[in-house]
C-alpha cells in the first residue's frame, strides 16, 4: 500500500481497518485510534500483525456473533461471491454511546485481496431512527400507546402468557360522551390516569382508533384486575368532567382475563371485552361490566381408515 493511499485513509474521519484473506490487520488509520480510546481499550496495543477477528471481543461485539458474522462476509469478498457488506453493532463507551457501521469492500494491491473495514458510529442517526419510530407508536394528543403499539403488545403479551401458562387481562374504557364535547385537557387526564395503573414491564395503557382507552395486564389475577377498573373508574370520576354544556361525564369500562391456550387467538379475549363495554354502555345503573371468554372448539376433519 503507497504512501498515498496511506495518507488518504488517514485523512478520513471514519475509523479504518484493513485485513488480509486472513484476517490479519495490515492497516489501520489514525482515527482507530481514537475509537479504540473511547471503547476504553488501552492505547498500547500494536494492531499490525493482530488477528481483527480474534480481537473483536475488544469491540464487545463477540457476545452477539459479530466475529463470525464479519469473518464469512470478508470471505464472500475474497471469494467474489460478494461485493461489499454492512453490518452493524451497539458498542460501550467510556465517553458515550457507540453504534457503528462496519462495511467491507475488498480491494487488489500487487496482486494480493485485502479487505477495507469502515467503522462509522451512526449513533445520532440510530437515535433519530428511534424517535421516528417512537412517534409512529405514540398518540400524539396523550402520548399514550396508539392502536399500532396495543396491537403488537397485546399480540406479544398473549403469546408470553401462553408459554407461561399465566393470566392476562384487558380492560377498555369508553367515555359517554362525544370527543369533541370533551377538551383536551380533560381528555389528557383521563388518560395520565389510564398510564399511571401500567406499572410493569407486563402493562401497557393505549388509545385505540375509536378514541377508547385500553390497558394491558400482564400476570394479573381476577381479582387485582377488577380492583384496578374499580380504582380507574373512582379516580376518572374525581375529575369531575362535564361536557361544554354542563353535562357530567362518566366513564364505562368493560374487562375481562383469559389464560392463553393453543386452542384460539388473541380475539377471544377482545372480544369479550368489547362484549362487557357494551353491556356497561347500556346499563342504566353498572358502569363497569365483566365478560368472561367462551372457548369455542374448532372442528377437526374426521380422517377415515
Same mark, same amino acid.
Given at each position: 500500500?503507497?504512501?498515498?493511499?496511506?495518507?488518504?485513509?488517514?485523512?478520513?474521519?471514519?475509523?479504518?481497518?484493513?485485513?488480509?484473506?486472513?484476517?490479519?490487520?495490515?492497516?489501520?488509520?489514525?482515527?482507530?485510534?481514537?475509537?479504540?480510546?473511547?471503547?476504553?481499550?488501552?492505547?498500547?496495543?500494536?494492531?499490525?500483525?493482530?488477528?481483527?477477528?480474534?480481537?473483536?471481543?475488544?469491540?464487545?461485539?463477540?457476545?452477539?456473533?459479530?466475529?463470525?458474522?464479519?469473518?464469512?462476509?470478508?470471505?464472500?469478498?475474497?471469494?467474489?461471491?460478494?461485493?461489499?457488506?454492512?453490518?452493524?453493532?451497539?458498542?460501550?463507551?467510556?465517553?458515550?454511546?457507540?453504534?457503528?457501521?462496519?462495511?467491507?469492500?475488498?480491494?487488489?494491491?500487487?496482486?494480493?485481496?485485502?479487505?477495507?473495514?469502515?467503522?462509522?458510529?451512526?449513533?445520532?442517526?440510530?437515535?433519530?431512527?428511534?424517535?421516528?419510530?417512537?412517534?409512529?407508536?405514540?398518540?400524539?394528543?396523550?402520548?399514550?400507546?396508539?392502536?399500532?403499539? =396495543?396491537?403488537?403488545?397485546?399480540?406479544?403479551?398473549?403469546?408470553?402468557?401462553?408459554?407461561?401458562?399465566?393470566?392476562?387481562?384487558?380492560?377498555?374504557?369508553?367515555?359517554?360522551?362525544?370527543?369533541?364535547?370533551?377538551?383536551?385537557?380533560?381528555?389528557?387526564?383521563?388518560?395520565?390516569? =389510564?398510564?399511571?395503573?401500567?406499572?410493569?414491564?407486563?402493562?401497557?395503557?393505549?388509545?385505540?382508533?375509536?378514541?377508547?382507552?385500553?390497558?394491558?395486564?400482564?400476570?394479573?389475577?381476577?381479582?387485582?384486575?377488577?380492583?384496578?377498573?374499580?380504582?380507574?373508574?373512582?379516580?376518572?370520576?374525581?375529575?369531575?368532567?362535564?361536557?361544554?354544556?354542563?353535562?357530567?361525564?362518566?366513564?364505562?369500562?368493560?374487562?375481562?382475563?383469559?389464560?392463553?391456550?393453543?386452542?384460539?387467538?388473541?380475539?377471544?379475549?377482545?372480544?369479550?371485552?368489547?362484549?362487557?363495554?357494551?353491556?356497561?354502555?347500556?346499563?342504566?345503573?353498572?358502569?363497569?361490566?365483566?365478560?368472561?371468554?367462551?372457548?369455542? =372448539?374448532?372442528?377437526?376433519?374426521?380422517?377415515?381408515?
Amino acid at each position: 500500500m503507497t504512501e498515498i493511499c496511506m495518507g488518504i485513509l488517514n485523512s478520513l474521519d471514519s475509523y479504518i481497518v484493513v485485513v488480509k484473506e486472513n484476517g490479519s490487520i495490515f492497516f489501520t488509520n489514525n482515527s482507530w485510534e481514537k475509537l479504540t480510546e473511547q471503547l476504553g481499550i488501552t492505547k498500547n496495543i500494536v494492531w499490525l500483525s493482530k488477528n481483527y477477528y480474534q480481537y473483536c471481543h475488544l469491540l464487545q461485539t463477540e457476545s452477539n456473533g459479530f466475529a463470525s458474522q464479519c469473518k464469512q462476509a470478508v470471505a464472500g469478498l475474497i471469494d467474489g461471491s460478494s461485493t461489499e457488506f454492512t453490518l452493524e453493532f451497539k458498542a460501550p463507551s467510556v465517553v458515550g454511546e457507540v453504534w457503528l457501521e462496519v462495511t467491507g469492500s475488498v480491494v487488489v494491491f500487487d496482486k494480493e485481496r485485502y479487505v477495507i473495514l469502515n467503522h462509522a458510529n451512526i449513533i445520532d442517526r440510530k437515535m433519530y431512527q428511534a424517535e421516528i419510530e417512537k412517534l409512529t407508536l405514540t398518540d400524539t394528543l396523550t402520548h399514550l400507546a396508539n392502536q399500532k403499539n =396495543f396491537n403488537g403488545f397485546f399480540f406479544n403479551e398473549w403469546q408470553r402468557s401462553m408459554r407461561n401458562g399465566s393470566a392476562m387481562a384487558l380492560l377498555i374504557g369508553e367515555l359517554d360522551t362525544n370527543m369533541h364535547e370533551l377538551d383536551s385537557n380533560q381528555y389528557r387526564n383521563v388518560a395520565n390516569i =389510564f398510564k399511571c395503573h401500567a406499572r410493569r414491564v407486563d402493562d401497557l395503557a393505549a388509545i385505540l382508533d375509536n378514541h377508547q382507552f385500553a390497558l394491558i395486564l400482564g400476570q394479573v389475577g381476577t381479582l387485582s384486575y377488577e380492583s384496578v377498573a374499580k380504582s380507574l373508574y373512582q379516580e376518572i370520576s374525581q375529575l369531575n368532567l362535564l361536557s361544554d354544556t354542563g353535562q357530567e361525564i362518566h366513564i364505562n369500562i368493560g374487562m375481562s382475563s383469559a389464560i392463553p391456550t393453543l386452542i384460539d387467538t388473541s380475539d377471544i379475549l377482545f372480544n369479550s371485552v368489547v362484549l362487557a363495554l357494551n353491556k356497561a354502555k347500556t346499563s342504566q345503573q353498572e358502569h363497569i361490566f365483566s365478560h368472561y371468554p367462551t372457548i369455542i =372448539f374448532k372442528q377437526k376433519a374426521l380422517i377415515r381408515n
